[in-house]
C-alpha cells in the first residue's frame, strides 16, 4: 500500500490558513514517535494516525482517539505548538485532506453529535494487535465493538453522515485506507 498523493504539497503555517479549515476535514499525522514508527511500517504508509477537525466559536478542534485518552478533542494548534503539552511541536509531518462531498451544516452537525457521544470511548489497543494479526497473516475479521483505534473513530463518525471512506479487504481500517480514498483530497501539509 502507500498512496502518493500527499507527495509535494504546499507547506503552509497554521495562521495562514486556519480560517480555511472546515469542519471535517481529515487531519493525518506522519509521527515519529515509537508507536508512530511501528504503524507507518505495519501499514507500509506515510500516515501513523488520523483524525479530524472542526471550527467551534472562532476555535480549530481536532477529534481523535489515542493510545492513552481514548476519544478526545483538542485544540489544533496544540498539535502545532504544544504536543501534548510538551511545549514543543508535535514530532513529525501533518497534513490536512478534505472528503470531496460538502457538508452541509445539518449534516456536519450531525457527524459532531455522532463524536459527542464518542468522547471518551477508549482506545482500541487490543486492534493494534490484532490488525498487525491480520496484515502479516491475512486472517480474521474486524469485530464492531465500543473501542476505538484513530481510524475507525473517523469512519465511524463519516458513517453517521452517510460517507463510506476505504477500507481493507478484511474489513478492517487504518490511516491508509483514509488516505487512498479517491474522495479524500489533500489540501495541505503544515509547516512546523
Same mark, same amino acid.
Given at each position: =500500500?502507500?498512496?502518493?498523493?500527499f507527495?509535494?504539497?504546499?507547506?503552509v503555517?497554521?495562521?495562514?490558513?486556519?480560517?480555511k479549515?472546515?469542519?471535517?476535514?481529515?487531519l493525518?499525522?506522519? %509521527? *515519529?514517535?515509537? =508507536?508512530?514508527? @511501528?504503524?507507518?511500517?505495519?501499514?507500509?504508509?506515510?500516515?501513523?494516525? #488520523?483524525?479530524? #477537525?472542526?471550527s467551534?466559536?472562532?476555535? &480549530?478542534l481536532?477529534?481523535?482517539? #489515542?493510545? /492513552?485518552d481514548? &476519544?478526545?478533542?483538542?485544540?489544533?494548534?496544540?498539535?502545532?505548538?504544544?504536543?501534548?503539552?510538551?511545549?514543543?511541536?508535535?514530532?513529525?509531518?501533518?497534513f490536512?485532506?478534505?472528503?470531496?462531498?460538502?457538508l452541509?451544516?445539518k449534516?456536519?452537525?450531525? =457527524?459532531? %453529535?455522532?463524536?459527542?457521544?464518542?468522547l471518551?470511548?477508549?482506545?482500541?489497543?487490543? /486492534?493494534?494487535?490484532? @490488525?498487525?494479526?491480520?496484515?502479516?497473516? %491475512?486472517?480474521?475479521?474486524?469485530k464492531?465493538?465500543n473501542?476505538? @483505534?484513530?481510524s475507525?473513530? &473517523? /469512519?465511524?463518525?463519516?458513517?453517521?453522515?452517510?460517507?463510506?471512506l *476505504?477500507?481493507?479487504?478484511?474489513?478492517?481500517?487504518?490511516p491508509?485506507?483514509?488516505a &487512498?480514498?479517491?474522495?479524500?483530497?489533500?489540501?495541505?501539509?503544515?509547516?512546523?
Open positions: =500500500m502507500g498512496t502518493n498523493k507527495d509535494g504539497l504546499e507547506q503555517k497554521y495562521s495562514n490558513i486556519r480560517s479549515i472546515k469542519t471535517g476535514d481529515i493525518f499525522c506522519s %509521527g *515519529n514517535y515509537p =508507536m508512530s514508527k @511501528i504503524i507507518r511500517e505495519l501499514s507500509k504508509s506515510l500516515f501513523s494516525h #488520523v483524525a479530524f #477537525v472542526f467551534w466559536n472562532g476555535r &480549530v481536532v477529534l481523535e482517539s #489515542v493510545e /492513552d481514548g &476519544v478526545r478533542a483538542i485544540p489544533l494548534s496544540q498539535y502545532i505548538k504544544n504536543y501534548e503539552n510538551s511545549k514543543r511541536p508535535y514530532k513529525g509531518r501533518l490536512l485532506a478534505r472528503h470531496k462531498e460538502k452541509p451544516k449534516k456536519s452537525n450531525k =457527524m459532531l %453529535g455522532k463524536a459527542a457521544d464518542l471518551n470511548s477508549k482506545y482500541d489497543k487490543n /486492534d493494534i494487535a490484532k @490488525i498487525a494479526w491480520r496484515i502479516t497473516t %491475512g486472517l480474521g475479521k474486524h464492531k465493538d473501542e476505538y @483505534i484513530c475507525e473513530f &473517523v /469512519d465511524e463518525c463519516f458513517q453517521e453522515i452517510g460517507i463510506t *476505504n477500507r481493507g479487504k478484511k474489513g478492517f481500517i487504518f491508509e485506507h483514509i &487512498v480514498d479517491k474522495n479524500v483530497i489533500p489540501l495541505f501539509e503544515f509547516s512546523i
